[in-house]
T-cell receptor
Framework: AQSVTQPDIHITVSEGASLELRCNYSYGATPYLFWYVQSPGQGLQLLLK??????LVQGIKGFEAEFKRSQSSFNLRKPSVHWSDAAEYFCAVGPTSGTYKYIFGTGTRLKVLA | ETGVTQTPRHLVMGMTNKKSLKCEQH?????MYWYKQSAKKPLELMFV???????ENNSVPSRFSPECPNSSHLFLHLHTLQPEDSALYLC?????????????FGSGTRLTVV
């Protein structure tokens, strides 16, 4: 079955430190992969996406993610975190076979210490 | 502003009330979705409309009634809700022939049932 796992529910980093959020997926074919960010009380905003080509993709707000087929992973990274990056981050894969649906992970909540 | 507009942003309603949530997009998308986001729970897909036809209803109670009068508008009609229905309701849209673009989400309606 297709699935997305975000192993870390909460992550806390200091401002200026590097960040890596983990995402593992299970999918029968080459997936389309996405990272979304959700600020409190807001909807989800697309950070970046991968569907083919270069396995390192750049997104908005200085984020990047690397697709590793051998590890079924699509981890999100940022070299230096800013306080405004505090939010919840969702990994998604899709669409699932025969549908229009994307599967979302359960999210990782990022806290940034000043 | 993401291109998907949800109104109202906040709604407080009694269990005997009838209200409606509205979602509007002018992105040229032809699929629209309702998601429920409760605290400490994964995103729950409620309904999917493809080309204005409901293609999915994920065992949602009948007190939630969706309506998609055209490809730009989506409603969620609410009646006799329960306190456990309090949540953030997110609308999203996408292009069926552009899976790799992902969803565009609205900012959500925060619903409180008293």
């Amino acid at each position: 079955a297709q699935s997305v796992t975000q192993p870390d529910i909460h992550i806390t980093v200091s401002e200026g430190a590097s960040l890596e959020l983990r995402c593992n997926y299970s999918y029968g074919a080459t997936p389309y992969l996405f990272w979304y960010v959700q600020s409190p009380g807001q909807g989800l905003q697309l950070l970046l996406k991968y569907f083919s080509g270069d396995t390192l993709v750049q997104g908005i707000k200085g984020f990047e993610a690397e697709f590793k087929r051998s590890q079924s992973s699509f981890n999100l990274r940022k070299p230096s975190v800013h306080w405004s990056d505090a939010a919840e981050y969702f990994c998604a894969v899709g669409p699932t076979s025969g549908t229009y649906k994307y599967i979302f992970g359960t999210g990782t909540r990022l806290k940034v210490l000043a | 502003e993401t291109g998907v507009t949800q109104t109202p942003r906040h709604l407080v309603m009694g269990m005997t009330n009838k209200k409606s949530l509205k979602c509007e997009q002018h992105l040229g998308h032809n699929a629209m979705y309702w998601y429920k986001q409760s605290a400490k729970k994964p995103l729950e897909l409620m309904f999917v409309y493809s080309l204005e036809e409901r293609v999915e209803n994920n065992s949602v109670p009948s007190r939630f009634s969706p309506e998609c009068p055209n490809s730009s508008h989506l409603f969620l009609h609410l009646h006799t809700l329960q306190p456990e229905d309090s949540a953030l309701y997110l609308c999203a849209s996408s292009r069926l022939d552009r899976d790799r673009e992902g969803y565009t989400f609205g900012s959500g309606t925060r619903l409180t049932v008293v």
